[in-house]
Every structure is written in structure tokens, then in C-alpha cells.
């Protein structure tokens, strides 16, 4: 028996009365709850809807849907954290290191066009405070929107917080060192790698989170996000 829309409708608000308030993962909840009450409903047509809808909701352990939202939320960060480091990774294999030596040699060019060394890399510390301040207030901009409604879309704080915490690093590094130190050639070209590794984490993170947002936009044509 296949269920009607309106029977859909029903499982959807239960499951979001329930506090699932993810989109995706309500979709996967109403998708199960909908194949198992189908199979039901064939066997015995005359089951109360509500009442097949909390037993359903039974099989799911005394804890209800918080481990089924602890483990998606684990998945999707590992999911995240992968395609990151993957993304990550290629930077250093051709054709993309290209790319990367070409930003590194772009930089120590730059560099090399300041007689005070210490300035330029305090600017570069204070473009990755941008950044940081950037991605902080987007990711508030979303917690208002429609995409804070997807969980593969809610920005992971973890994975900032990293980045905010490698850009502190890097500020330290620059305060600390000494006036003879960014004389060093050695020292000035280490330095610069850190900051392109940054700077390649960080449009990783972009990157994969722009790729999750066509993907639920493929998926979910029918919110607007």
C-alpha cells in the first residue's frame, strides 16, 4: 500500500516534532518510517497511522532518535574532514602543485619588494585574521538561513575553530621572531609555506562546503537555499 502525501506530511512533522531538525536527515527518517508503514499497511490495512508511526519510532532504542543524530552528525563531520584533506592533498601532486609553487614563489616575489620584512608577514597574518572574521560571519549569516537547515551544510565549528588556531600560530610566529630572524632567508621561505598551506586549507574548506550545497540543491530542488 503506498502511503499518500498527506500520510508523508504526517511522518515528516512527528519526526520534526521530535527534534530532527535537519532536512537531510528527516528526509532519511521519513524514507524509512514511509517503506516500513508501507509493508505494514499491506499486511494489516486496518492499523491506526499515528499508532504505526510510534511503534516505528520504538525500534529506534529507549534514546529515540539521539543516537541516530549523534552518529549522522559524526558521519558527516568525518565525511567533511575527508573530502577537506583530500582536496588538501592534491595540492601537492600535479597538475595542482603548480598552483601551489606558483603562489608560494608569488609570495616570496612580494616579499622580496619589502625592505621591512616584518610588515609583510604581519599583513599576511592580518589577511588570515580576515579570513577567520569572514568565515565567523558567514557562518552566523547561515545559522539564519534556510541552509543552517541542512546538516551537511551546518559549517563545522570544529574545523574552523582548527583553522582559527593555526592562524594564531602563525601570528605568534611573527611576533616572536627577532629583528635578525627576518633576515633569514630559510626562516622567511618556511614562514611563507605555512601561510600558503593555510591559505590552501582554507579554500578546501570552501571548496567542500560549496560542493555540499550544489549536491543539496541537486537533491532538494524544491527548498531554496
Known amino acids: 500500500m503506498k502511503l499518500t502525501k498527506d500520510q508523508i506530511q504526517q511522518i515528516d512533522s512527528y519526526i520534526a516534532a521530535c527534534g530532527i531538525e535537519w532536512i537531510d536527515v528527516r528526509a532519511e527518517l521519513v524514507d524509512h ?3 516500513s508503514l508501507e509493508d505494514k499497511f499491506e499486511k494489516n490495512p ?3 497511522f499515528m499508532e504505526a508511526i510510534v511503534e516505528e519510532h520504538k525500534g529506534f532504542s529507549n534514546s529515540g ?3 541516530l543524530l549523534a552518529s549522522k552528525k559524526a558521519a558527516v563531520q568525518k565525511q567533511f574532514y575527508h573530502q577537506v584533506f583530500i582536496n588538501l592533498k592534491s595540492f601537492f601532486k600535479l597538475p595542482k602543485i603548480i598552483i601551489s609553487i606558483g603562489v ?3 609570495l616570496v616575489f612580494i616579499m622580496d ?3 621591512n620584512k616584518e610588515l609583510f608577514f604581519m599583513i599576511l597574518a592580518i589577511i588570515l585574521f580576515l579570513l577567520v572574521i569572514q568565515a565567523l560571519v558567514r557562518t552566523a549569516i547561515d545559522k539564519k538561513s534556510k541552509n543552517n537547515n541542512f546538516l551537511l551544510l551546518n559549517r563545522m565549528e570544529l574545523i574552523f575553530q ?3 588556531f593555526l592562524m594564531i600560530i602563525f601570528s605568534s610566529i611573527t611576533t616572536s621572531r627577532t629583528e635578525n630572524s627576518f633576515e633569514n632567508t630559510n626562516y ?3 614562514q611563507i609555506g605555512i601561510f600558503v598551506l593555510l591559505m590552501l586549507f582554507y579554500w578546501c574548506m570552501e571548496y567542500v562546503y560549496l560542493e ?3 549536491y543539496v540543491q541537486l537533491h532538494y530542488p524544491q527548498i531554496a537555499i
Open 65 to 67: 532518535f539521539k543516537k
Open 46 to 48: 486496518n492499523l491506526n
Open 104 to 106: 608560494f614563489y608569488g
Open 33 to 35: 518510517f514511509a517503506n
Open 212 to 214: 555540499n550545497k550544489k
Open 162 to 164: 582548527l583553522f582559527n
Open 188 to 190: 622567511n621561505y618556511l
Open 113 to 115: 619588494l619589502f625592505s
